[in-house]
């Protein structure tokens, strides 16, 4: 197998990010897409130029052809349609977060080793090239000992009770949609999970979360990390040393890194993306798939398991 024959379960706005940026991922092709509406499968399959499409989840995950599953329907149904693909013995790269719960999450990677098939949790931010660099600059010792985190990401999104975002029975609420994305990048630039942890959560009618600050401390870091429904945030990561700051604007998507020494501006890196993004995570999933692994080094279960426990802290944290 010289490339990696990719089927999308779901044809929304996220399927759509992946079939675009696909082509720009090495080792990767899509084969198929797969939607609960026919119709919807052949339109998504005539604008991507996908050779299959199929009008039922079932239709997707027991094609033949079809090598790995990517799961982009919303979270409330990721561990229900990545078991349909597991069961299939399709590799699975699952969209963010893994599921909706520490327990669906735990189940979900038990099914996989059980299977011996592959799981991956699609955290893209993780395989952004300027959040590498951030990370290659800490270990660099460039900005001295690493004594705050802060990154927040928050959005107006007008009030609609029956929408995925504030339906419960749809698992809406803040944290699950966008909190994963600060919360992954403490864990990404401090390669650790908090000691204590502190929280306020400003719920919507719906009773979901709307809006989640959060300090984290270990004995030597403080992290400062928020998501909103209810305001414009500033969407920016930085890692706060004795010797200096590294900045991400739009880290979760983040194009470039900042290093700044002693209040001045050292380096700025920019990457060479061709796509939207998701390419570096299709391109990485690709070669472990096509290398017999089972799960990533990058973001393997257990960081998936500790991302579920650390977002069930911070809401259980809250005053």
């Not at 897409?33 to 991507?48: L, M, Q, S, T, Y």
């Not at 959005?155 to 975002?165: G, K, N, Y």
Request: with cysteine.
């Amino acid at each position: 197998m010289e490339q990696v024959k990719w089927g999308i379960l779901g044809a929304g706005k996220i399927a759509r990010q992946f079939a675009s940026d696909i082509h720009h991922a090495p080792g990767a092709c899509l084969h198929s897409v797969g939607a609960r509406d026919a119709g919807r499968a052949k339109a998504f399959a005539g604008e991507f130029g996908v050779p299959v499409a199929h009008g039922s989840y079932e239709g997707l995950v027991s094609d033949p052809e079809v090598d790995a599953i990517y799961v982009a329907t919303p979270h409330s149904f990721h561990l229900e349609h990545s078991l349909q693909a597991i069961r299939a013995g399709k590799a699975v790269l699952c969209e963010k977060p893994l599921t909706a719960t520490p327990g669906e999450s735990e189940a979900l990677v038990s099914a996989a080793r059980d299977a011996d098939v592959y799981l991956m949790e699609a955290l893209w931010t993780a395989f952004l090239p300027a959040i590498r660099k951030a990370r290659d600059w800490i270990d660099e010792g460039r900005i001295g000992e690493v004594l705050q985190i802060q990154a927040d990401f928050g959005f107006r999104a007008p009030f609609d009770p029956d929408s995925r975002l504030w339906n419960p029975d749809l698992a809406g609420g803040a944290m699950l949609d966008i909190g994963i994305y600060p919360i992954a990048f403490n864990r990404l630039m401090t390669g650790r999970g908090p000691g204590q942890v502190s929280s306020v959560v400003r719920k919507a009618p719906t009773g979901v979360d709307a809006e989640v600050s959060a300090i984290l401390r270990t004995e030597t870091v403080t992290s400062v990390l928020s998501c909103s429904f209810l305001c414009d945030l500033v969407n920016t990561g930085r890692v706060l040393g004795s010797e200096g700051m590294i900045e991400l604007p739009d880290f979760w998507r983040s194009g470039e890194a900042h290093l700044f020494r002693h209040g001045k501006q050292a380096e700025v890196f920019h990457d060479q993306r061709q796509g939207g993004g998701f390419e570096f995570e299709i391109e990485a999933a690709s070669r472990d798939i096509l290398a017999g692994r089972k799960e990533s080094e990058t973001v393997p279960h257990a960081l998936s398991l500790a991302l579920q426990d650390d977002m069930q802290r911070v809401m259980n944290a809250a005053a």
